[in-house]
């Protein structure tokens, strides 16, 4: 984990409740796809936890969704804001177990951790399909940038209006894949773990405290044991994974 | 930094700041971040008898200036702590710790303070009688003078350790149960723990807390807790160690003249992790300002 203050470039509107916000800023603190930072907020006594959606030096990409009144007061802050982040938070995606053509399955707001994992596999020869699922046409954001990395991209919209009808589970029979990163809502996560065949990664999302291990806000269950969705997690491998009842 | 120096039952510290229970883990998360020797010293993460899952999440929730939790005490167990948790500090951690100790029954306080007795590197037992999380738990304890005095025995005949019983700020009379606590033979008190709290999702309608009440910390509690160990200071001759919402290097030596000796840092920790080495470094350059020579010349200075 590495502070790091950093300057907004640009706060801009992708869909009517998702935002794209471009920062100015030391990332070395972050290592690998699937890890968050804490955003803090002036007045706000928690931070924001917010997948990395995409990092090189001194830029940071975040995607983010206005639910509540923090990330709708992050979404007023103009160009020059300068934010605390905590960088590197949690495990991420290991990308070692890859394979030749992995899939990348993500749901809303779980999709923006998956961009810069599908950079990373590209960058490294492997061959990536994604699976971007959205509620309606008018709610999706990102797919060209997934395709313009080189991906195959496949959408799905729970309404028909786009794409693929149905959820991200519509869209696997007939896929062939060495491995599948998943990230989204936790009924996707669980539809996409009971129906996705092959070794899996899942992405998890939980009200933190602090984001780094301390307070135990985040625990959850699993086989080998008690994890901490913000330090051992968010990325679960699917076999460790035990389901809330 | 001699400034600095406080005293805490008989315990020299290097200066008074000390990460609260529950915030700070058993140390390792941040002795990554920073040198954790320029602690006064910490407490470490709320201990009892079994290993506990705690609650269901979500465990936290925000408010203003400050936060909710029912994480329910989870924890390895005491067996655990003294075989993995603290070995692994003697390696990061180079001087006594305060053991925070929890309990559903006065056995179980007293059986988990006789095995931290044996340890050395256990300076204070801090005995947690407040917890607001666990249904049918600590809750009672703290809130009935007689019920806190009979953990403060038990535990004293198990240990030669300063016991430290920390209250809870969730009732009527706080200086009856710290003077039950005195009497019963209690080397310092600690004050205050959460208050007893809860948040509704609007649109859900339904407790954010999967626990449904929680205990809220953070800067808004902050004049409340003053307040309290301005009462307790007063009312006894033990030590007593201040903590709730205290987020600065004035806050600590506010706290220090209601009259702690100590000065314990929770929540604020969780929103900057470097927020006690900060304090720390701070201090000298505040006191300063106030025409504070020494820290322990200010306790109990309010007039």
């Known amino acids: 984990m590495k502070q790091a203050d950093f300057t907004i470039l640009e706060n801009k509107k992708l869909t009517e409740n998702v935002r794209l916000l471009y920062l100015q800023g030391d990332t070395s603190g972050i290592t690998r796809p699937g890890q968050f930072v804490n955003l803090k907020l002036e007045g706000r006594f928690l931070r924001r936890p917010l997948s990395?959606?995409?990092?090189?030096?001194?830029r940071l990409t975040l995607i983010y969704k206005i639910t509540g009144a923090g990330t709708g007061q992050l979404s007023l802050l103009p160009a020059g804001t300068k934010l605390d982040l905590l960088t590197g938070l949690g495990?991420?995606?290991?990308?070692?177990e890859a394979g030749t053509d992995p899939l990348v399955i993500g749901g809303g707001v779980g999709i923006p951790p998956l961009y810069y994992l599908t950079r990373e596999l590209i960058a490294a020869g492997r061959k990536v399909t994604a699976v971007l699922g959205f509620n309606t046409a008018g709610e999706i954001f990102y797919t060209d940038e997934f395709r313009s990395l080189g991906a195959n991209v496949l959408v799905t919209t729970a309404d028909g209006s786009y794409g693929i009808r149905g959820f991200v589970t519509d869209a696997l029979p007939g896929l062939d894949y060495s491995v599948y990163y998943a990230c989204g809502p936790?009924?996707?996560l669980k539809a996409v773990w009971q129906k996705a065949k092959g070794p899996g990664q899942l992405s998890f999302e939980e009200r933190m405290g602090c984001g780094f291990g301390a307070c135990m806000g985040c625990t959850c269950r699993t086989v080998t044991g008690y994890k901490r969705i913000c330090k051992e997690g968010p990325v679960l491998r699917k076999e460790e994974i035990l389901w809330n009842a | 930094?001699?400034?600095?120096?406080?005293?805490?039952?008989?315990?020299?510290?290097?200066?008074?700041?000390i990460p609260a229970s529950g915030t700070f883990g058993y140390g390792h998360e941040f002795a990554e971040l920073y040198d954790i020797d320029l602690l006064g010293?910490?407490?470490?993460?709320?201990?009892?008898?079994?290993p506990r899952f705690g609650n269901e999440t979500p465990r936290i929730a925000e408010a203003q200036a400050g936060m909710l939790n029912a994480v329910g005490l989870q924890n390895p167990g005491v067996e655990a702590v003294i075989a993995e948790e603290l070995p692994k500090l003697k390696t990061c951690f180079h001087k006594p710790v305060m053991a925070n100790v929890s309990g559903f029954s006065v056995e179980e306080y007293a059986a988990v303070c006789k095995k931290?007795?044996?340890?050395?590197?256990?300076?204070?037992?801090?005995?947690?009688?407040s917890c607001p999380n666990v249904h049918g738990g600590g809750m009672s304890f703290g809130t009935d003078p007689a019920q806190a005095a009979a953990v403060t025995r038990a535990v004293k005949t198990v240990t030669s350790k300063p016991v430290i019983m920390k209250l809870s700020p969730n009732v009527t009379d706080i200086v009856s149960?710290?003077?039950?606590?005195?009497?019963a033979g209690a080397d310092g008190i600690s004050l205050i723990n959460t208050l007893l709290s809860m948040r509704i999702d609007l649109r859900t309608r339904r407790p954010v807390l999967a626990n449904v009440t929680g205990g809220l910390s953070g800067p808004a509690v902050f004049p409340v807790a003053l307040r309290m160990v301005w009462q307790v200071a007063r009312a006894?001759?033990?030590p007593v160690v201040g903590l709730g919402g205290v987020s600065s290097a004035e806050d600590v030596i506010e706290m220090m003249l209601a009259g702690a000796c100590a000065v314990e840092i929770g929540a604020a920790n969780l929103r900057d992790p470097w927020i006690c080495k900060k304090i720390i470094e701070e201090l000298p350059a505040v006191m300063d300002r106030l025409g504070i020579n020494n820290l322990r010349d200010i306790i109990g200075g309010a007039r």
């Open chain 1, 52 to 58: 990395v959606c995409d990092r090189e030096d001194g």
């Open chain 1, 91 to 96: 495990n991420g995606y290991d990308l070692r």
């Open chain 1, 186 to 188: 936790e009924p996707m």
């Open chain 2, 1 to 17: 930094m001699e400034r600095l120096n406080v005293s805490l039952c008989g315990i020299e510290l290097d200066n008074p700041v």
């Open chain 2, 41 to 50: 010293t910490f407490s470490f993460k709320g201990t009892t008898l079994l």
């Open chain 2, 116 to 129: 931290l007795d044996k340890e050395p590197q256990v300076g204070w037992l801090e005995v947690n009688i």
């Open chain 2, 177 to 183: 149960v710290a003077k039950a606590c005195e009497e």
């Open chain 2, 236 to 238: 006894v001759s033990v």
